[in-house]
């Protein structure tokens, strides 16, 4: 079975801060990898993804994540903070094998941005 | 972006009143899911479908049954709602692709809340 473990229900970074957001996965073959974002009253859209070949994924918005699969890790990181970027977050996992390919989501990050 | 529509977008209902979401998407995927958002929990897999007629259980599926008489529209139906059932409800789907990664496109949510 797999699972997602974000750490911090809650993030909060300063405008123009570096923002890293944690995510754990586990999962019995190489996963497929996902990060959404959503803003306030909108369904969830995705950032980036990985699958396979290079494990440092960019996605929209500046954002970018780096598969290690020694540390069961996909972290999303930004270089520097936007207001725009404050948003709930969630980490996704999808078994590679098939069974309608079911994601399997964190319980997500909101991240905060202050002046 | 997948044209994907849910309603109700918004319902206040009764506790023992039969409830039912509709979906639909005009991109013509094949796979379609529900998912219920809650804060703690993230996003949590209700049912699944994976073409017309076929569907399947996820990890939350008590108190839920679904039907999908065509491609293009995937329901939700709570036979007898609950307090518990208060929520909000995404329904994704998935093309189907040769690459096969899993993504999901998700529509805009419909709020569900049972007094």
């Known amino acids: 079975a797999q699972s997602v473990t974000q750490l911090g229900s809650h993030v909060s970074v300063s405008e123009g801060a570096l923002v890293l957001l944690r995510c754990n996965y586990s999962s019995s073959v190489p996963p497929y990898l996902f990060w959404y974002v959503q803003y306030p009253n909108q369904g969830l859209q995705l950032l980036l993804k990985y699958t396979t070949g290079a494990t440092l994924v960019k996605g929209i918005n500046g954002f970018e994540a780096e598969f290690k699969k020694s540390e069961t890790s996909f972290h999303l990181t930004k270089p520097s903070a936007h207001m725009s970027d404050a948003a709930e977050y969630f980490c996704?996992?999808?078994?590679?094998?098939?069974?309608?390919?079911?994601?399997?989501f964190g319980t997500g990050t909101q991240l905060k941005v202050e002046l | 972006d997948a044209g994907i529509t849910q309603s109700p977008r918004h319902k206040v209902t009764e506790t023992g009143t039969p409830v039912t979401l509709r979906c639909h998407q005009t991109e013509n995927h094949r796979y379609m899911y529900w998912y219920r958002q809650d804060p703690g929990h993230g996003l949590r897999l209700i049912h699944y479908s994976y073409g017309v007629k076929d569907t399947d259980k996820g990890e939350v599926s008590d108190g839920y049954s679904v039907s999908r008489s065509k491609t293009e529209d995937f329901l939700l139906t709570l036979e007898s709602a609950t307090s518990s059932q208060t929520s909000v409800y995404f329904c994704a789907t998935r093309p189907t692709s040769g690459t096969n990664t899993g993504e999901l496109f998700f529509g805009e949510g419909s709020r569900l809340t049972v007094l």
């Open positions: 996704a996992v999808s078994d590679r094998e098939g069974g309608g390919n079911k994601l399997t």
